[in-house]
């Protein structure tokens, strides 16, 4: 092994990936010939240097478990194989399957400071949001300007995102199994973000020549094949990226989509159709390559599609026809659209010629280019289309994606399997007999299971991880408990397959369906919790901390556990833009002299996990005042440390306050030691609001009783509370009839905005507002300082600290309830002041004086209202 496990190490979910299928393999690389050594017996001899018993040792693929007499009793997983014969620990088996499997790029060196010394990851999201020290986010455009034969200045850029790398390393892939990728070279790289109707991502690497001046010069691989410059982004998951686009214009609103094949020649198409695009009225889309037109699918707006196809006409040497790719392409396309779409086609060119829409631009320029696309002809199926689509859609190659990323679980007494139905849908289909006759008959869409899931914060109890089509064809993942299935009809299981788009097409559909999820016992075992926060499992040493992204701070190598998928907030809200672009962000905010309520907000972003480290009670502030005054950009910067702070998304962590005490109870249990940011009270009825104030308080939901009339495991919370309405709630409460108790203004104190300056600069607001682009970094880094510097194992201390801070801010006499009502300025404080301490928050934040005016705000109101009431607390 060439990698020292003690500097290195492979993530345990994907090194659990990628062996996957791969078993035997290793097992070769090891030594172990199992299909050859047995010769027809089910045993051989023992490898483990440790014991070499004759015909003991035997490997189950099904199981994908390795069984001896010298394990007593337990199964051997692939790494536990590995570590055996190579006296390694996991850590080091985990790297030694990445090197055998040719997966290099997957062994990450280790790092205190989150950067991982000169390596760069090349998965999407690693090649996008890069350090700022090895990127010249020119080069995109250089090249762009370059191909297109105009100044980069001119060059309409994308909407999707597009990076630049001073130098990124070129691999050659390994020349044989078990070996290293072997590298080229370190080359200027553009990359460019690609995405899907469904909000999937990807990328896509162009090597470049120096400044961005074409493609770069690779050479040729050992077998004289020029190397080629273009490369897609490490692919993690095992979701299909097929038709991911990088593209020119807003997709929600174009009602014309235009699909070139090429970056380069989609970059030429949105030249000639800037006018268009920057008018909401044109989306061009860069398909990658001619498998890419085929598989894209439009967005919702889209309602017409001209496909700029490349012109492949000219027979090339050895060859006695043209391939015509392009153009096949775009029919193809033509053929799976055409009933729901108006689709043209554009060739570029005289006929037998190799031309794309790029030549164009290049010998006649951008009128050219309109004029072409402008005239393309309408897509009208052959009769052969008409009959061969059916079956070239049901062809081997999407039936063994469906089989794939939608496995059926395998039953004793049911025989399921996927066809093609009278309507050339993929669908599950169950042998039946009819008279003397045995035949296929379609039960519903493609629905499968992945693995077996242990709820570790729900005493254990087991669930599965199932997918099923959408109705748009995309992937979805459900996690459903077991004991759901035990309930009456299994209504809720049902409900919520219905939900993500399963397809009933039998009458008997759904019952079939949840038959199969009951007899399902996959292998593969996923440890789940519900809710983001701390947590801790049997086994494992101390509390560790689970990100509402799903991503796990604190817990030991080799601990494999996810958040549920109900509760994980979607990669696109979850992380965006840069660390450093959120300080300067936050720095932008605290330096504005007149608005302490945005430093509030900042502090308040690390206000939660303290407050659920801690045991206190859930609490907050509520912030009032008249409009336009900045209290949704002070919720923007508390809920951008950990997620896009964004009211159109339904899994942000600030939303808006038109909900229930019941929906209230599902948003506080998702944001479980983090965050919850609701804008806008006066959405609420005075009444409702009085119960979810005291519902939030109580982190506790309703108890609620299932089909059987026992009672569910209720949702809890520990978080903290980040309120904003026009008036107080006292004010609002008592307008409405609500019954006002004093006990609301002690759970969510409330700090009057009146006085901030509301003039602020419009480039200030914008250096302030620019969380909407970098978001989901601070958070995260709070808790993985609060775990290095061992503050989660002083829970006592911190505990007390808090409390102690709130009775000098009550002062000396001050009744229980004003030390309550202090709590949330005092955690604010050690959050304040420990975010500062780790550099998460910069130096310009003022905690004292931040919290000292927040403080004094709630004071003023208290003692405005009294004076009002005749005296400071009501009951509650």
Known sequence: MTVDASTHYVPTKVGKQIVVGNEVKILGALGINWNTDRR??????????????????????????????????????????????????????KIRCAEILGENDLIHPKATSGLRGEFQLTDARSLLNAPAERRDDRLPANYLGHRLGIDADAVLMPN??????????????????????????????????????????????????????????????????????????????DDSTAGRSVLWGDPAVATWCIVSEGIETAAAVAQAFRPEIERGEVLVVSAINAGGIEAFKPWPATKRVTIAADRDEEVKEGKAISTRRGENAARTFGARNCGRLSVAIALPGPPDSTTDWLD????????????????????????????????????????????????????????????????GKIRVHRLITVGDDTVLEPICSPFGVLARLRFVDQGNVYGL????????????????????????????????????????????????????????????????????????????????????????????????????????????????????????????????????????????????????????????????????????????????????????????????????????????????????????????????????????????????????VEFRNSRTWSTFILLSAEKSMEEKVRAEGGGWTGGMTARIPDVDITGVDRNVPPAALTQVHSVDQHFGHAGPAFVEALIANGVHNQVTELRAGIMNAANVLAGEGADSSLVRAALPFAILTFAGNLAKKFEILPDVVDVAGTVRWAWAKFLARLIHQAVADGGFWADG
């Open 40 to 93: 027809g017996h089910s045993h051989i001899t023992c490898p483990y240097p440790t014991h070499g018993g004759v015909d003991d040792w035997r490997w189950d693929e099904k199981k994908a478990k390795a069984y001896c007499t010298c394990q007593n009793g337990k199964a051997d997983s692939i790494f536990d194989v590995v570590s055996k014969i190579k006296g390694l620990n996991f850590e080091g088996a």
């Open 360 to 423: 164009v631009y290049a010998k006649q320029g951008g009128e050219a280019v309109r004029t072409g696309i402008l005239t393309a002809v309408r897509y009208t199926a052959t009769s052969e289309e008409v009959f061969a689509e059916p079956k070239r859609v049901g062809g081997d190659d999407e039936l063994r994606r469906i089989k794939a990323d939608y496995p059926l679980p395998e039953m004793d007494t049911l025989s399921l399997e996927y066809r093609r139905s009278a309507i």
């Open 465 to 708: 991880r199932v997918v099923v089509e959408g109705l748009n064809g995309q992937r979805r993942k459900l996690d459903i408990e077991r004991a759901g299935f035990a309930t009456q009809g299994a209504t809720e299981t049902r409900a919520m397959l219905l939900a993500v788009g399963l397809v009933i097409v039998a009458e008997d559909g759904e019952r079939v369906a949840v038959r199969c999820l009951k007899a399902a016992e996959p292998t593969d075992e996923i440890a789940v919790v519900r809710a983001p926060g701390w947590h801790t499992l049997d086994g494992v040493d101390g509390q560790f901390f689970v990100c509402p992204s799903g991503k796990v701070v604190g817990a030991e190598d080799g601990v494999a556990l996810e958040l549920s998928a109900a509760s994980c907030i979607s990669e696109r809200v979850a992380a965006g833009g840069t660390f450093d672009g959120w300080k300067a962000a936050v720095a932008a905010a605290a330096g504005i002299a007149g608005c302490p309520h945005w430093t509030l907000g900042a502090m308040a972003g690390f206000a939660a996990p303290l407050v659920a480290l801690s045991g206190l009670a859930t609490c907050g502030i509520n912030l009032s005042g008249r409009t336009s005054g900045g209290k949704t950009t002070t919720q923007r910067l508390a809920v951008s440390a950990w997620s896009r702070a964004a009211l159109d998304q339904p899994d942000s962590l600030l939303q808006t306050a038109r909900a229930t005490a019941n929906g209230v109870e599902a948003m506080a249990a998702r944001s479980n030691a983090t965050i919850l940011a609701l804008d806008e009270l006066g959405h609420v009825d005075g009444k409702e609001l009085k119960n979810i104030i005291y519902s939030l308080a109580s982190g506790v939901g309703k108890s609620r009783m299932n089909a059987n």
């Open 160 to 237: 999707t995102p597009a990076v630049g790398f001073v130098a990124l390393a070129y691999f050659d892939p390994p020349k044989e199994n078990g070996s290293k990728p072997v590298k080229v070279g370190d080359f200027p790289c553009a990359v460019f973000e690609t995405q899907d109707a469904a909000g999937g991502t990807h990328a896509h690497r162009i090597y470049l020549a120096a400044g961005g001046a074409g493609k770069a010069e690779l050479g040729a691989t050992a077998g004289g094949k020029p190397r080629d410059p273009k490369k897609s982004a490490k692919h993690i998951g």
